[in-house]
């Protein structure tokens, strides 16, 4: 069996995310969440909080680690021995954006497969951006990101009302 690495922004990570993981811990001999450290990208969690939010949600997964990585994927991947990378496809729209990188990674390290695994109908709506979003407006988060993810996310935008 293979390792994978299941590298993103997770900003924050999102019921989507932990749905993937968790069918990769099936398929993958281990999976390492690699969170970019992107100091160009404004994020709304600092790299450690996020890492600390997904180590809280993959606990009951022994062969999951969380990890963050600078600059480009494929040195990552390189430097961890590893030759799998594993990405979501929610629609169409999602392959269209992954397909180019998936082949610029090989291009860049030949060895370098990336596997796409599809997202459950039950979270095919769920991304980052939007869970921001409603939690930006004080909105319902359950069914979207783990509890201690919603708590976390509260307390990023502080109801305005005394
Ligand atoms: N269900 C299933 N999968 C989901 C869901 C969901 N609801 N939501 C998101 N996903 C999948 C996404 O499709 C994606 O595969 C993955 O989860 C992570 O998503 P995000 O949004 O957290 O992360 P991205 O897409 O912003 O991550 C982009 C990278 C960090 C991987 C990319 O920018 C990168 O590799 N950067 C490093 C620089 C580099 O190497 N660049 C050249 C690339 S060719």
Redesign the pocket.
Known sequence: MQRAI??????P?????L??ITTAAKVFESVTV???N?PEKRCLFSVQERMDLIRQSVRGLSNVDVDS????????AALRKTQV??????SVH?FE??F??????RR?KHDLVTV?????VE???????LVRQIAMHGGDLSGCVPHHIATALAAKFPSETP
């Open positions: 299941y590298p993103g922004s997770f900003d990570m999102t019921n989507g995310h749905d993937l690699a969170v970019l992107n990585f600078s600059g480009l994927l494929a040195d990552y990378i594993v990405r979501g496809l929610r999602d954006a992954e180019p990188m998936a082949h610029m990674n860049l796409f695994l599809p997202a459950h979270v095919i709506d769920i991304s980052s951006t």
